[in-house]
């Protein structure tokens, strides 16, 4: 648990500071001869991408990735796969203000506090730069889901007071992608990017959140007590930077409810057995039950804003900052990409493990 | 991940089914030396343990543990805490019914899905009864914490729709001891009471939300991208049986802020770097920043009721249920101190890892 | 790496000191459905039992094992297996003597300077009596084995300067039993009992090599790079007390060969691929490769000798010390089944590990 | 266990095929505010290099290493250091023979049967070419042992039948870096040098064994049971290609000494306790005593010889192969670096680990 890793058969292990000459990563524990689809890839790259809209930051990214390990004639060996994504718009700026004063929201106290020393420049290894590797990684991983025809579509169904109504099993999912913000219901997509676009020229900033859905995800998965499928999901979901809530199916709204009211009984459905509502979010006893998968996800405002907040030095002096540069007003768009990577490397671990359970006792 | 382990350092890990001739568990990475209160571990045993109120389940359970090795002269060796608590008040029931029939809101369905068998006796490994494991190590975890002067206490502030209304500053925490729900304000903790009380006579149940406050963490608790301390701190939670959310400081509420309104701005108090607000709940960039840790839990109502429930066999026959036994109405109560526990076990594995970092460059 | 714990996805993890009131441990990631055979397992321990032969230790100890969990009508769960074996023949003794001063070739010096402290009574920790827990898990292993008709035979080779010089091949394994020296060749087993009874009588102690043959290990067992299949038995080779040297295949032998005399070349043997000769030990590149896996175990001599030998106190003033109670003058037949239980871990894991390669690219 | 790691707190991940664009690693756990040597790790490198000298391989290859991450303004950050290696002297070479050809001694075989597939380009994975990312870490980990006083010194003790008499206490062992084989008595380093010229001209390999010695590790290292430091030692070094076998301290021979014989002593020196012999090798219970540290490591000739051997093709037919290109008539004088390497990684970890007993009880 240092840090730098997620997974335990399926796994991720990235490095990178914002503004060193690269991010990467390895991926271990990738199944072998997987063809690996580059445009698919590429198209997860551009969903997380800075600079894919108006709403979003203007920093300038291609972010390419570099495989350079684990793929033979276009398929996965099933030995680890190392990538780089070279930083390029990493501008000469002046940081010497934040190299001594502390950007409130942000992490250069806490990481002064904890190594005695911090690479400063745009928030170093804090910065949410890292999580291009997660969608490189988690690009693969639906791959390999893609096989067990099972799904992960994650949306915006609120940023600031701006929320969406409707619930998700009246709306065609995949039209999220059709808006900049990721909302599959035109009106209130419409609505919230109205309202970042307010916010982004007030020189303020905005959170969210995010709702997924996946479907198809057989029974089994999930291992009992400590690493019960929501345990985690919620730990990958709050390992993204900005997030500071998870809730698996009806979440803190099932204080408002009785037993009676809120178990999720049994029936038989076409054949097979089912639950008749589902406000377990398809998880029970920390293992999928085989219905939709249904959680969400808080996000905080960014921390950067373009107004002078109050703060203090290293050496305790108070003072004030005002950011610079080219941030993003609501980080929620570009963030549905990292929250279904997040889930799809969850999901290819546990049906990995699954796998040595199951073929044990047949 | 194989489930029932949890830490990396500091690591407990545990064994037993509800029905059978022991719960257990090992604790490794204790640091030697430490003088082992008897007394404290058994005061917190009895926090969680059934029947101690008239508000709880009926069932009679000792819930002794012996510890079997580690301690030498009653000080901790450095070696591994082997212990068990015997399962005494094992009825001979008839468990026939729920061989064959899935409990509605229960793991039945999906242990069977997963193994292909399982102890149906009082859900076996599924039951909630292995927290008793989770309160021997937070206990000793606590006693560690304690020379560090760091103090967890958790605290029921909603129970179905009573909720406390009055901030946990103004609250003397400790004083949630003396009501049976848990709550540190007297007339709420009497409506939620009342309450329950209320639900357990129609043979319902309910469940609420748990609120945590941590003082005196060190600033730099807390691994970078993966390993974030609300990360981990989420995952502990969200293991724990019936909790369906967590959100660490503001969280779901960050939603309503601006970022300028939300942002925790520096200042100095008595010559010390510190947060004018603590919306971000003690932790920025996943590292603890010294203000106080705050978060909450969400619980759902028990899935056992004493109300006729619709269901299936395990052969795909729908039937009806109805819960023999006894059963908790709410499980707040007793959830404090498996949450006070879990928080435990996460800090004292941070703490030690943060000694490898430390005093490397010293 | 805290020292307690063995193996990844199929994981032994123990406790117990050697004078405490018991040992065990947690067997975590058995598959579920598996008939466990108590016959066998008790088998198994009473091949490790001391007392078992005029050339053991006089210990009595009983070595039964209490399951406590993971198992329900005589099958495996899928859920942790707890066990526990209490420490019954602990002798009131004076351990005064040992609680000031370092026995040579003991743990008792450097447990003292890692932990501050110790339990010395018996050795504490650092007995051989915590690979009564490895026996336990290494009879469930072998269980598990043998559905996959996979046999481990291990057997003593060498006692002091007796050596068995004929080759295994001709030799049969099964017969080793029929000593108590557990060497499968009877004039040899006869002359190494001869040799230890002499020794005995001296009041010292001997050491020597177990070999072991694995066979029926379908090839891909093992994993690249630094979890090779020989790195993994080695480590679990050098794990056990006493051991001090490890070698797979032709082993430090290799060093007279060169390579075109080594190499094992490849042939067509009945429709399968299969090497010539074996000097590799049925592992290349640190995976199995269908052939036999063969290796050797080193024992130096039991440090524990009923003569008078100098040594330090703990405030270091020169002394003597001689050894009082009951020790081992050879412990080679009592380690042959040590060395065949961990091996069984070893290949349970990579069983599993392999699992999940190979049903992922069907 | 996926196998491309190594470590617990310091952990070193790797990639990379011996034919793909790059290998590289990633190193976690380094503690911050450590200033990189970086001519001592491009020293470390080029005593790994091919084409160092006439007694190995021709391949060129630079072996510069880029570092991406975790290194600011010269010093560590304690964020993982990324870093690759270009492989550069790659070869359009004709591989069609070995695609269809399992040659003997090598891993082609056993990954096909793993995996199903395989980069059959010089081995792929499985080529020794992926040391080079171990000595990188290594030399990181020398520097960190650097401040606490620790030295390895690894030295070629034995060519095929040609062995070093003088034992290494009589020798200077940073002499070993004035001859080519990297033995440190110069007479005996130059009969190697001849044999190996012979067996070169012969078309032929030859193996050797290898030594190492640790000064001034600190009693207390190494971890009880599971994790002993020769268990930890004896995988690290079994994993290095070509190794066969790992004895500490007398190792094999202890076969030969009665414990009487073999104990290692306590005395009082210079107001130290030391033992007065050191069969041991520096570690009793499997921690670390503060004596020097002593082990061996055997190693075969490489496989890869310039005679025709005997094979069978992908689909089973009978065969013969003959090597081309550039190869290492005796893989030792370019193994001392890796050895020393595994060794530092290993007691890097085991450091780390006892800081958070030590600093515990304080």
Redesign the interface.
Known sequence: ??????G??F?L?????SH???????I??C???IELDMDFIATEMARRKPGQSAITTARNESDTV?F???I?KS?T??????F?IRNKDVKPDDYSEIEHT?R????D???E???????YRGG???SAR?TACRVVAGAIAKL?LKAYDIHINAFVT?V??IKLEVPFEKLDLNSAEASIIRCPHAETAQQMIDYIEI?KA?G??????IQAVIKNVP??????????L??????????I?A??????????D???????A???????RD?K?V??TN???G????????MPIVFKV????????M?T????TKT?K?TSLTAKGRHDPCVLPRAVPIVESMAALVLV?FL??????E???S
Chains 1, 2, 3, 4 share one sequence.
């Open positions: 648990m240092a840090g730098n890793s997620f335990t058969l796994r292990s990235t490095f990178g500071e060193g000459s690269a991010i990467g990563g390895i271990e524990g199944p072998p001869g570099e350079l390990s684990g033979f398929k060996l099933g030995t680890p796969i190392g780089i502390f409130p929201g942000h992490a106290f806490t990481y506090k904890k190594y005695g020393l911090r690479d170093g290894r804090s890292e390999i609120q600031g007071p916010i007030e303020d900033t905005v959170g969210g959140i029974a089994g998965l999930g291992e009992p007590v400590f690493d019960k929501q345990a985690q999901l919620g730990k990958a979901m709050l390992s930077n997030v500071k809530g998870f809730e698996i199916g009806s979440g803190f099932s204080v408002n409810y009785k037993g009676s809120l178990n999720d009984v049994f029936e038989m054949g057995m639950t008749t406000h377990s979010g998880i029970q006893g920390g293992i999928s039950n085989g808080a996000f905080k405002p960014v921390s950067t804003i107004k907040q109050k703060s203090v305790g108070e671990d990995l493990l699954q796998k040595t359970i073929t044990s006792t």
